[in-house]
């Protein structure tokens, strides 16, 4: 999980358009190795995490479960033959909106976790704070606009959720399971 992660992280980096090919293999197999991770993490701690924990694990899945079809989407559609690329494209689109569920699912996993004081508090503040970060840190990208844009909401989004997979990965490195 924790390699996930930080594969999850440098691929949502920006990059070149010879390394787009590349980036979407890479963020396929790096959210396969996340949602994985966090399956595991989530079964582990499913009696202490609640109906609160339940529905934040929910939310955190079926937003890599988006986020995998997204990638896929975007490999494919240099793959298939012209008259379908808008079609690819098109299934790409509710993909990536709902990829963003992750980050909602992660704050509230992160209560849960909180609550039920099974990560350390640091990691657990780091989920409470995935989607206020989000909003935050892509409005100020925005409003930034130029070269620190694209880092500013690099670190709001795929940096820090990146950093919140990563220190789970290691919790489920430490424990037995």
């Known amino acids: 999980m924790i390699f996930g992660a930080i594969m999850f992280a440098a691929t949502g980096f920006p990059v070149t358009e010879g390394a ?32 609160l924990g339940a529905w934040g694990c929910g939310l955190v ?3 890599l479960a988006a986020t995998a079809v997204g990638f896929i989407a975007n490999a494919a559609g240099p793959l298939v033959p012209k008259a379908f690329e808008g079609a690819v494209a098109l299934a790409a689109v509710p993909a990536w909106t709902l990829s963003h569920l992750i980050y909602a699912g992660a704050t509230v996993v992160g209560i849960a976790c909180l609550r039920a004081r099974i990560v350390p508090r640091s990691t657990a503040l780091l989920l409470v704070a995935s989607f206020p ?12 606009g130029g070269s620190a844009a694209d880092l500013i909401t690099w670190a709001a989004t795929e940096g820090q959720a990146g950093l919140a997979w990563a220190l789970i990965g290691a919790l489920l490195c430490r424990r037995e399971y």
């Open 20 to 51: 787009a090919a590349f980036v979407n293999w890479a963020g396929l197999a790096a959210v396969l190795l996340v949602f994985g991770g966090f399956r595991v993490f989530a079964g582990g701690h499913r009696p202490f995490l609640g109906r």
């Open 61 to 63: 899945l079926a937003g």
């Open 133 to 144: 970060l989000l909003i935050a840190g892509v409005s100020l990208g925005l409003a930034v």
